[in-house]
């Protein structure tokens, strides 16, 4: 079992930055592919993109360059940088964790942490 934590979520005006937080506080293999989702009131649960055992990162087109995907092994920990927010980004984030490859439907889900972005 991989627990997953998120945090980092809160408030922002649009036009501003986030740095969302993803760790698994026991051990995980290095070689699971880590991503982010997202899901806005109303809407299906969608995903922002992923980095795989080889830190290759695949984005989703909506990304369009304003949100950075990395992660630290020696932590355990997955980050995503959100800039250049805007009203549509609200919803809530989640990391999710996949064996044993990105093509997969996720294994483990964190619990989420909102983020509003604000007019």
């Known amino acids: 079992q991989v627990q997953l934590v998120e945090s980092g979520g809160g408030s922002v005006q649009a036009g501003g930055s986030l740095r969302l937080s993803c760790v698994a506080p026991?051990?995980?293999?290095?070689?699971?592919?880590m991503g982010w989702f997202r899901q806005a009131p109303g809407k299906e649960r969608e995903e922002i993109g992923h980095?795989?055992?080889?830190?290759?990162?695949t984005y989703a087109d909506f990304v369009k360059g304003r949100f950075t995907i990395s992660r630290d092994n020696s932590k355990n920990t997955l980050f995503l940088q959100m800039y250049s927010l805007k009203t549509e980004d609200t919803a809530m984030y989640y990391c999710a964790a996949r064996w044993p490859s990105c093509t997969v439907d996720p294994t483990y889900w964190g619990q989420g942490t909102q983020v509003t972005v604000a007019a």
């Open positions: 026991g051990y995980i293999d290095s070689r699971y592919c």
């Open positions: 980095i795989d055992f080889a830190d290759r990162i």
